[in-house]
Nanobody, 115 residues
Framework: QVQLVESGGGSVRAGGSLRLSCSASGGIFSISAMGWYRQAPGKQRELVAVITKTGSTNYADSVKDRFTISRGNAKNTVYLQMNSLKPEDTAVYYC?????????WGQGTQVTVSS
């Protein structure tokens, strides 16, 4: 079992920045990748960024060059630095941990970007 706790959401004006954090506990040694997904009202949940245990990263085209995913030194924490935020980035952001067998989700944190 892996437990994920997110923090760092909030409200910001367009062009601003936010940093999300996700801390994993439990079976962290089984995690092969961690990532961030988001879900806007009336839309499907979509991948934002992912980082593997080897440090490889992948981003949605809509956030490339604006968002950066990284891991803490202890490797059980993942961050999402979001710069140049746009109103269309407004969504609930979910942390995700993939063990290769199971996928775990955090409770989500709201990000609201006003124009």
């Amino acid at each position: 079992q892996v437990q994920l706790v997110e923090s760092g959401g909030g409200s910001v004006r367009a062009g601003g920045s936010l940093r999300l954090s996700c801390s994993a506990s439990g079976g962290i040694f089984s995690i092969s990748a961690m990532g961030w997904y988001r879900q806007a009202p009336g839309k499907q949940r979509e991948l934002v960024a992912v980082i593997t245990k080897t440090g490889s990263t992948n981003y949605a085209d809509s956030v490339k060059d604006r968002f950066t995913i990284s891991r803490g030194n202890a490797k059980n924490t993942v961050y999402l630095q979001m710069n140049s935020l746009k109103p269309e980035d407004t969504a609930v952001y979910y942390c995700n941990a993939d063990t290769g067998y199971f996928v775990y989700w955090g409770q989500g944190t709201q990000v609201t970007v006003s124009s």
